[in-house]
């Protein structure tokens, strides 16, 4: 199994990234979806999920508005869409995968700073 995201990188306040989030080894389509995060020092936190068919989203109340997350299950990839990035949407950003089991990947950097 693996999950490995790209995407991350160093952005001003008010721009753009996408992740995404490319999966292997297991059925994607049978799995929820979802974008964690963690910030020094903080939890890991839950940004968006995404269910087996993609017609079911949540969001953390923090990234309402701003963050899209989509998945392609002919690609079995999952993607994030992050637009007005702020200074506290800097964190780890982890690929999940969750059915009976849960696999993360390893983690892409986003650092928002002017």
């Known amino acids: 199994v693996q999950l490995v995201e790209s995407g991350g990188g160093l952005v001003q306040p008010g721009e753009s990234l996408r992740l995404s989030c490319a999966a292997s080894?297991?059925?994607?389509?049978?799995?929820?979806m979802s974008w964690y995060r963690q910030a020094p020092g903080k939890e890991r936190e839950l940004v968006a999920a995404?269910?087996?068919?993609?017609?079911?989203?949540n969001y953390a109340d923090s990234v309402k508005g701003r963050f899209t997350i989509s998945r392609d299950n002919a690609k079995n990839t999952v993607y994030l869409q992050m637009n007005d990035l702020k200074p506290e949407d800097t964190a780890v950003y982890y690929c999940?995968?969750?059915?009976?089991?849960?696999?993360w990947g390893q983690g892409t950097q986003v650092t928002v700073s002017s």
């Open positions: 999940n995968a969750r059915n009976f089991v849960s696999y």
């Open positions: 995404i269910r087996h068919a993609g017609g079911t989203t």
């Open positions: 080894g297991f059925t994607f389509s049978s799995y929820v």
